[in-house]
């Protein structure tokens, strides 16, 4: 009995000094996994903890279409209001983040920002058109599935369908001020104590209850990502983990050629190992892989063969393609850069193929110490040969047997045809 109203007490005290807060959490860039994974933990900790309400301001040019639906399912379903708030001025809620702004309990923008444009090819992913410029049955599959999905979201929060809808059908995009005057957002507020006293006493219905929001006197408790939450979206990121792939690639290629250097090898099998852990919260073209995986056979190739550079020009054409086409990006600019795939993977690419190119030479090259090194050297017999004698080669004296049997006589010169052992077989040279 004394340990029920000890668990009571302690109820009561954190509905006294943790409920007052509000929870705050950041969304700026791209939305991929780890940024929706910060998100929807954020919420459960902000429900579990009896947090008044959960703050996101958000500055994003959209993101991937999983990451954008595990958001708003998790908005959806919380237990306490979710405010999403564009901020600040020069911040945009464009393409995946229009959605997630459609779904928050209160939506709110800084005058400065702008939000909209989310037709499904931004959204979604790059999808072809049919022939004669209409649109392919799968694109209006996509476009018909994405438009019933904001109308279910719209129509929940009671705002405006027609103008979301068109922010999807004609790619429309809106200023603080036109959103506010759509009824697409509740709110234009220029800072969080302007927030505040808008937001307090607002009603705000969650399921079937009205929520009444009190949010003056209260304090705004920041969250941010984790040191390891960090590391992965700072790898996620697909150009940085294209670079690491690279220089990985790069380094191990090195190292396969010129065995016994250590240090390229390591630091390439730490970027490829980095590259690929970034790459694992992407959505990955395979196909993209497998040219890559290519490229590098057409190197080794080219080493086998021993070629005129074909295998190697084809590796070049394929590491780029497989780069252009890797990650499957729902917008040019949340994909590989062009910048990046021609400033670093062709520059690459050529250095891959000068290594295969310096490797042949070096393998065409004669060699220099051994038996080998003594065939088609030119010397002196220093005693006849008939058909043994010596010669002096190379400043050094050898046994040699003339090739034919024949006799060779002092201070005639002779080539090296054949050695056998510490025994060289030679020809008498012309005058």
């Not at 240090?263 to 992407?282: E, Q």
């Not at 090739?403 to 005639?412: D, P, R, T």
Request: charged share 20%; with cysteine.
């Amino acid at each position: 009995m004394k340990k029920n109203i000890f668990l009571l007490f302690l109820i009561f005290l954190q509905s006294i000094f943790i409920s007052s807060n509000i929870l705050k959490i950041k969304i700026d860039g791209p939305i991929g996994s780890i940024t929706a994974n910060f998100v929807s933990d954020s919420i459960k900790e902000a429900n579990n903890n009896h947090y008044s309400a959960l703050l996101i301001e958000m500055n994003t040019p959209g993101g991937y279409g999983f990451a954008m639906k595990k958001i708003i399912g998790e908005i959806l379903n919380s237990k306490i209001p979710v405010i999403v708030y564009v901020y600040p001025s020069g911040s945009s809620a464009a393409s995946a983040g229009f959605f997630i702004l459609q779904s928050a309990h209160v939506a709110v923008m800084c005058e400065g920002t702008n939000t909209g444009a989310a037709h499904p090819l931004l959204a979604i992913g790059g999808i072809p058109i049919g022939e004669n410029g209409k649109k392919s049955i799968l694109m209006e599959k996509i476009e018909k599935d994405i438009t019933a999905y904001m109308k279910a979201v719209v129509t929940l929060r009671g705002r405006n369908v027609k103008a979301a809808i068109d922010a999807i059908e004609k790619n429309s995009s809106y200023t603080a001020n036109e959103a506010l005057k759509l009824n697409l957002i509740d709110f234009i507020c220029n800072s969080e104590e302007e927030l505040l006293k808008k937001l307090d006493g607002e009603k705000i219905k969650i399921g079937k209850k009205e929520h009444i929001l009190k949010t003056k006197g209260e304090r705004i408790i920041y969250k941010e990502m984790s040191l390891r939450e960090k590391f992965l979206y700072t790898i996620s990121n697909p150009n940085l983990a294209a670079i690491l792939g690279l220089i990985g690639i790069l380094g191990l290629f090195f190292e396969f050629n010129h065995p016994g250097f250590i240090l390229p090898g390591v630091v390439g099998a730490i970027c490829l190992s980095l590259a690929l852990l970034g790459f694992s919260f992407l959505p990955i073209n395979y196909i993209g892989v497998i040219l890559i995986i290519l490229a590098i056979f057409f190197f080794i190739g080219e080493i086998k063969v021993q070629g005129f550079g074909a295998l190697g020009i084809g590796g070049i054409i394929s590491m780029l393609i497989g780069f252009f086409i890797l990650v499957k990006s729902p917008d040019g600019t949340l994909g590989i850069k062009t910048s990046i795939i021609l400033g670093i993977a062709l520059p690459v690419a050529i250095i891959m193929l000068l290594i295969t190119r310096l490797v042949i030479k070096i393998m065409q090259k004669k060699p220099v110490t051994g038996k080998e090194a003594l065939l088609e050297q030119t010397g002196e017999v220093v005693v006849d040969l008939s058909p043994q004698g010596k010669v002096f080669i190379s400043g050094e004296y050898w046994d040699a047997i003339s090739e034919n049997g024949e006799k060779i006589e002092k201070n005639s010169k002779i080539k090296v045809v054949e050695v056998d052992g510490f025994l060289l077989k030679v020809k008498k040279l012309e005058d």
